[in-house]
């Protein structure tokens, strides 16, 4: 345990005719050599706080010193030693905000919460945020938003520990570029344009008092850093997570959200692209889309021969949508059973009364109104699946982009970790059916769940993961893809079940006698 | 030219698809080799700004750099790079507050100025506005008029440059402890209270918006660094200023104000002490005494043989009171001139009319009402005159203690700086004859005038001096003299004109004839 936030223990000399140093130099001479020699600076803000403290303790007590990559600070004296010091650690997801509470004198996990990010009034996607940020006010909008729902949810994280939310003495926050520019009311209009630059990549780490965040005004606020404007600070919080910097092995790290995001590496060096790959895959875009929240369907089998049609929902409740895996799922089954062909069309007539004509074409039902939460039947229509399609064939075309440009084959790959709500829920097989993922055993692919959080728990405890943070970003390679032409063809490539060249695909059934 | 705040001048590439990195990592990738290697930190409070502004110019133009001891600090870009980087240079002294301004990019100074410090209506001297400070709200408002009156101060210096005051980037404070204290809002109570300790010696600097201050917000605020509540960074400043640190040969450093106060060392060692010994000499507490100031009596000269008295005043103006060299030339002349004895007393009937009685015992003449500014006549009566025996004393003490520390005699000294406006005024001769100074070759007294003022002049433009400020403070050992025995015992023997022992004064005439 090295932690972001420690406690030292003092019992410093009071002072004498003898020895008559001040009372803040006289605590920065106790904790030196608890520091590696290096005496720890005191920002103006917290100067006559910690004297007053010191000296009404006694020159006995606690100390807080946040460890930050300029050296030690310190903030804070208390006389009495709480048994808590609590922190906690944020992933700030476009649609969600997920947080934990932890003791950093331990690691313990005090509290866990999550809350819908406000801005989803003001724009969907990220897209549409950056173009409401530009508008009069927009950016303080939005940056306003995201600072009162993290006020919101750290404070009811304390709540449920029984803390007050000034105890809490640090805050890490893992997010994608866009998310880290509202948070730090950073101009975003750049991310989004050629050549897609943030603003800033690597922000020092400053106080919740600058941010107006209700936690202890010193609380150090350390925000993941990114690499561009597609790969930010919850990827790189995803390496950390899974040590992805730290293997001898060659592995991959997927995160599939509205970007499909890859990094490709081990302990020499690491590549990584993102691109446009998920929409499909999430609520807002296909209409029966939906996030992975209950009722919506999360797995489908279709009976090949029979065409026969089971499904699973979300905590079990009457189906109102499909999530990612269960598209994932539901479009793999729809090719076994050969309702769609390989370039991801409905056959007529292979479905009996499952494939009826509606406004947009063909459409398939997965669930009849009679089985439906709301009485509307649950289907998947031409326009959807276009879209999972081009989903499923970007997402591929990154991945062979990336290995192209490292010159490895899949089979190299000792694991391909695959991050999020969509690494935790998709069949893998499903996902390698439709082309989607390598054709590679399943036992490869290790989901590791929402990793940005996962990060930044770690950066709380863990000095080297810390230090291994900021490495990173210099370590990485970003490949854009939003530009490049190997990606545009692979990913023409990409647009057939599961691809043109089905000899990559060994292990999925090929059907020669289709039309083509 | 190693000057506290930088502008580097820079031509960054612009942004590409094949160089994507952030905005800001751009400017702190370029500037980083011009920092020895290190990527300058931004905090919060630029971070929009700086990476605004970078962009707004084009990439191109000078970055502002502040030369911090924690490493460089970007918080700045400017499109146009000015031709003039202001700062000042502050003397915040008990009385007035001196400052110049300067052109960090040459040295050159720009303006100087003077005004009386505001605190004066709350306090004359500084343990009654320690008092004061502990009264209800009195803190905050010994510290609002210190920092209006700087505004005030940095404001009028920038007006008479042409310059406005937020184009400011750097300002030095040197001043004694408890002004330090009042301006940077910290409790002063303990520094006047047995053992004397200040709440902090040696802030890390802070921000000019950290204060209140009316500069660039993101300007360094340095406030120098003092060893103990009688010895501040006003006297690092003048060891600085005279280079005492780094001398081969031995030499003293004496400041007189309303404390004396002594440094004696070489580049091996530095020993420091100070005592209560300036009051008699300064306004305030002698009912004649006054500040160097137009009308101030500053020369006296008694022909010993007929008692005719001469006097120059400060910008010949007619005499209002007497400034502290006038005291001592006075002094000396009515030692020299048999009308005060051995004692420091009186001796009824020596000076014929100019020797009258009044309420308060004998009284001297100097200047008739007919010569004084107001009708009023200048005087010096015994109360006057023992305020004075009591500070000559102190003074000469405070040397023979410290001296004697060090096992060094006064013959050893190779110089022997004396600051502040005292040092600039007096004649050491004079001083010597009251036993006041010792017995050296005039030469070897070396006035070196605000070096309060000097020393933190070097502190906005060599980076070697504020090293060097800061391992001082480490290196300087600190004598408290307040509670010394040896002080005590060594102030009785130099109550008397030039000593008890008068062979320590071989060049002053001894008058055996004398009464005890």
Redesign the interface.
């Known amino acids: 345990m090295e932690p972001l936030v420690r406690l030292i223990r003092v019992i410093a000399d009071p002072?004498?005719?003898q020895d008559?140093?001040?009372?803040?130099?006289r605590l920065q001479r106790v904790l030196a050599p608890r520091l590696s020699g290096v005496a720890p600076?005191?920002?103006?803000?917290r100067?006559?706080a910690v004297?007053?403290a010191f000296?009404q303790a006694g020159f006995q007590g606690a100390a807080v010193v946040n460890d930050l990559?300029?050296?030690p600070e310190l903030v804070d004296f208390l006389a009495d030693p709480p048994q808590i010091l609590p922190a906690v650690a944020l992933d700030l997801g476009t649609t969600q905000l997920e947080a934990n509470l932890i003791d950093l004198n331990t690691g313990k996990i005090l509290a866990h919460g999550h809350c819908e990010n406000p801005q989803i009034e003001l724009g969907a996607d990220i897209l549409t945020r950056i173009h409401f940020a530009c508008r009069d006010q927009g950016l303080a909008i939005l940056h306003e938003r995201i600072i009162a729902t993290t006020n919101k949810l750290t404070g009811d994280l304390a709540d449920r520990a029984g803390l007050a939310p000034t105890t809490i003495r640090a805050l890490t926050v893992s997010g994608n570029t866009t998310m880290v520019h509202f948070f730090?009311?950073?101009?975003p209009y750049?991310l989004c344009r050629?050549?897609?630059?943030?603003?800033?990549?690597?922000?020092?780490p400053?106080?919740a008092i600058?941010?107006a965040l209700t936690l202890h005004p010193a609380a150090v606020v350390w925000v993941l850093p990114?690499v561009?404007?597609y790969f930010g600070g919850d990827l790189i919080s995803g390496i950390l997570a899974c040590n992805l910097d730290q293997a001898e092995q060659t592995a991959m790290l997927i995160d599939v959200g509205t970007n499909a995001e890859v990094v490709i590496g081990n302990r020499d060096w690491l590549i990584a692209c993102a691109g446009a790959a998920g929409p499909a895959l999430e609520g807002g875009v296909a209409r029966m889309g939906v996030r992975a929240t209950p009722g919506a369907i999360e797995h489908v089998e279709i009976e090949p021969a029979s065409g026969v049609i089971t499904y699973g929902t979300i905590d079990g409740q009457k189906p109102y949508g499909i999530c990612g895996s269960g598209m994932i799922d539901l479009v793999a089954g729809l090719y076994l059973a050969r309702i769609i062909d390989l370039r991801g069309k409905f056959r007529p007539g292979s479905a009996k009364d499952r494939l009826l004509v509606g406004p947009n074409g063909l459409s398939f039902i997965v669930a009849p109104p009679a089985e439906a939460a709301d009485g509307q039947p649950v289907f998947l229509d031409q326009i959807d699946l276009d879209a999972l399609m081009r989903s499923k064939a970007a997402m591929y075309a990154i991945l062979t982009t990336l290995m192209n440009q490292v010159g490895l084959t899949f089979a190299q790959l000792a694991r391909i970790y695959v991050a999020g709500a969509f690494g935790q829920h998709i069949a893998p097989r499903q996902a390698i059916i439709l082309g989607m993922l390598p054709d590679l055993p399943v036992e490869t692919f290790v989901p590791i769940g929402n990793s940005s959080l996962k990060g930044a728990l770690k950066m709380l405890t863990d000095a080297g993961v810390r230090r291994r943070s900021l490495e990173l970003i210099r370590k990485i390679t970003?490949i854009?893809l939003n530009?490049n032409q190997e990606f545009m063809i692979r990913f023409s490539g990409s647009r057939f079940i599961p691809h043109t060249d089905h000899t990559l695909f060994p292990s999925v059934p090929h059907f020669r006698d289709e039309e083509p």
Chains 1, 2 share one sequence.
């Open positions: 002072p004498s005719l008559n140093t001040g009372d803040l130099d600076r005191v920002p103006y803000g100067l006559a004297a007053t000296r990559p300029t050296g730090l009311n950073m101009n750049y050629e050549p897609y630059i943030p603003a800033v990549n690597s922000p020092d400053c106080h600058d941010l990114g561009g404007s970003y854009e530009v």
